[in-house]
């Protein structure tokens, strides 16, 4: 082949590829922002709603592994193509549930969408990694990590805009989107090569791809529903112990099989050599540190007072960040290594977090809250996908790299699932504490003081209240609920003939008025305190996979 059209050939395979990947990382978070416009469409509960996320997370997972399989063993270009087809049929199928008008049918496109997303992502970086020198494997990848990156977080955004140009009653157009991307992508991969290990085709390990599915499955189902804040009572519950039952019982049965397997799904050996154990394991403390940007956008509206859905567009300069830093990341593991890279990208995200702990959220301003997105975007730029696909590619054989792409995106997943469930504890415990903190900037006259916001008889109604509110409307909140207090005492404080109770009333509310800023400072820094703690919970997850990265040979 020429130079000329062996360039031309690498061209259309990024374009094929790196299209892919933006395409299914956006939808992972596209859907996001509406779901509860979705759930209103289609007259579901909340609770319900849930599901079109959770199921196709599942799938997602489970479709992973044994797509990558099937690449290693009928050709990459081959069941890539099949995979983008299934997924633009699914998205296709998700478009049109809103005239459909059935939420079984929703969720069913979205079991079919996400098998064939579950491929896109391993498979094209097994591709691009293979097709490229070693030389120059580093800067393939790091596009890789960059697409991957702002495609993630510009996701829930790009979301909330198409749902602003449409509106709530076309909310189809988040999933129609992927059709023309994903006609393109097929009609361009026809040009490609394929690309895949010369090798008899041994029988499909049906058994092993069951039972990991199952192990899968249940795993992830069990994560999902964990809440490690009330890890107790939650591990108690039937959504969370009998699948955790399940997935341990299979982990034997699999081990099993596989040792017997002809052409095992799943190559035992990832889990015993030490180098790809500890790939694994920092791919996982990745997946763990990518899900702390699900809190940013509600992180930069508490910080810049904004009204709440706003925030995602403030978030954007962290994708930007990430965009930039992941393809720099590969080209300075083409000169330094992979070691060093994963070492300066945690210590970044670890500078970040730890600024948005302990500057931003004392000292809220638009400077401060940029600083920190810099750092954290850098750091997970140059950690994200880019050192850790590098590494397993390095250290599988030619014939198993989509098998070592799928298994390390697997791990990811699982992190993806634990953090937001170890997260949200921060976040929570701030907003248990945010009556306390408002009735002491609030304004005490003849009996009428904050306090009423935790009393016994309130406080159910006002907390259900405060977990709606943000800090633009929480004033708005506090003095509706106190209105309504004094207009139900306003009887049995009438009666008493010294009292003038509209005086007492018109000055308690003036006195409110007052304090609007100390209320919603008060709202904003204990809210901040509670992120806080979460950048620094996010800071001990990045700590381990420095500490990890110290062992890489």
Not at 213 to 222: D, E, F, G, Q, T
Not at 462 to 468: A, Y
Not at 517 to 527: D, L, V
């Amino acid at each position: 082949m020429s130079e000329a059209l062996k360039k031309k050939s690498t061209s259309i395979a990024m374009l094929v590829f790196l299209l892919g990947i933006f395409m299914g990382a956006m939808d992972s978070g596209i859907v996001s922002p509406a779901r509860n416009v979705i759930a209103s469409g289609l007259g579901i509960s909340e609770s319900a709603s849930v599901w079109m996320i959770t199921i196709y997370t599942l799938a997602y997972a489970v479709s992973m592994p044994i797509t990558g399989k099937l690449a290693d063993t009928y050709g990459r270009k081959k069941v890539y193509m099949i995979c983008v087809t299934l997924f633009a049929t699914g998205s296709l199928l998700c478009g049109i549930s809103d005239i459909v008008g059935s939420y079984g049918f929703l969720l069913t496109s979205r079991v079919v969408e996400a098998i064939g997303g579950g491929g896109i992502m391993p498979i094209a970086t097994a591709y691009i990694g293979s097709s490229f020198p070693e030389e120059k494997r580093g800067s393939a990848l790091g596009l890789v990590g960059g697409i991957y990156g702002i495609a993630t977080v510009l996701g829930p955004t790009l979301g909330s805009f198409i749902l602003s140009v449409a509106g709530d009653g076309k909310w189809g157009y988040l999933f129609l989107i992927n059709v023309p991307i994903s006609i393109i992508i097929i009609v361009a991969a026809l040009k490609l090569e394929e690309n895949k290990k010369d090798s008899d085709i041994k029988k499909m390990d049906i058994w092993g791809s069951l039972i990991l599915s199952i192990l899968i499955a249940s795993l992830m189902y069990a994560l999902t529903n964990l809440k490690f804040y009330d890890f107790g009572n939650s591990i108690k519950t039937l959504d969370v112990w009998p699948y955790l039952l399940i997935s341990i019982i299979m982990v034997p049965i699999f081990i099993y099989i596989e040792k017997r397997a002809e052409d095992p799904v799943l190559n035992l050996s990832f889990f015993t050599n030490n180098q790809i154990a500890l790939t694994l394991f920092i791919s996982l403390i990745v997946g763990c540190g990518l899900m702390s940007t699900v809190f940013l956008p509600q992180f930069a509206e508490n910080v810049l007072k904004l009204k709440r859905g706003s925030g995602g567009y403030i978030v954007t300069l962290f994708a930007v960040f990430t965009g930039i830093s992941a393809p720099l990341g590969g080209k300075f593991i083409d000169k330094f290594g992979v070691k060093r890279l994963l070492l300066l990208g945690f210590l970044a995200n670890i500078f970040g977090v730890l600024y948005q702990a302990v500057i931003t959220a004392n000292h809220p301003n638009f400077t401060n809250l940029t600083i920190g997105l810099v750092f954290m975007g850098i750091g997970m730029g140059f950690t994200m996908g880019t050192p850790v696909n590098y590494l397993m590619m390095s250290l599988v054989k030619p014939e198993e790299i989509s098998m070592g792409q799928s298994t390390v995106s697997l791990l990811r997943s699982i992190g993806v699932a634990i953090s937001p469930n170890l997260l949200i504890n921060f976040v929570s415990d701030a907003g248990r504490n945010v009556p306390g903190a408002i009735e002491k900037v609030m304004p005490h006259i003849q009996g009428i003081t904050g306090g009423a916001l935790g009393s016994s008889t309130a406080s159910a109604d006002m907390m259900n209240k405060l977990q709606n509110a943000d800090v633009t409307n929480i004033f708005e909140t506090v003095k509706s609920f106190m209105m309504s207090m004094l207009n139900g005492i306003q009887h049995a404080m009438s009666v008493n003939p010294n009292m003038d109770f509209a005086a007492l009333k018109s000055n308690y509310l003036t006195s409110l008025d007052k304090a609007k800023p100390a209320i919603e400072n008060a709202y904003q820094y204990t809210m901040n305190q509670g992120y806080a703690h979460l950048f620094i919970g996010v800071a001990v997850i990045s700590l381990l996979g420095l500490i990890a990265s110290l062992f890489i040979k």
